[in-house]
Nanobody, 123 residues
Framework: VQLQASGGGLVQAGDSLRHSCAAS????????MGWFRQAPGKEREFVAA????????FYADSVKGRFTISRDNAKNTVYLQMNSLKPEDTAVYYC?????????????????WGQGTLVTVSS
């Protein structure tokens, strides 16, 4: 599975931004999808995930209520809508795919990664 991410940019605190991640494989709908981020000098951390069938979502506490993950299986695409952005959300964001939602929530278990996209939130 190849993942092509887009949507990074420079925004101000309080702004919104949406990431997209398109998968190359037609079996995309069989994969759980997730988003991670990595801030400078920090480890890659889990942000959000969504199951492949029922669309059940999971979020890190730090983004709960502000970020929304969704997917469109017909378009082989997963989205991360980020609202009320804060300077601490500044990071490189990565989309991820794995056969299980348990694995797609752990960076050491993820099978497939998209390229990172930088989000910079200024105060």
């Amino acid at each position: 599975v190849q993942l092509q991410a887009s949507g990074g940019g420079l925004v101000q605190a309080g702004d919104s931004l949406r990431h997209s991640c398109a998968a190359s494989q037609r079996t995309f709908s069989s994969y759980a999808m997730g988003w991670f981020r990595q801030a400078p000098g920090k480890e890659r951390e889990f942000v959000a995930a969504i199951t492949w069938s029922l669309g059940i979502t999971f979020y890190a506490d730090s983004v709960k209520g502000r970020f929304t993950i969704s997917r469109d299986n017909a378009k082989n695409t997963v989205y991360l809508q980020m609202n009320s952005l804060k300077p601490e959300d500044t990071a490189v964001y990565y989309c991820a795919a794995d056969m299980t939602v348990k694995s797609v929530r752990r960076s050491d278990l993820v099978d497939y990664w998209g390229q990172g996209t930088l989000v910079t939130v200024s105060s």
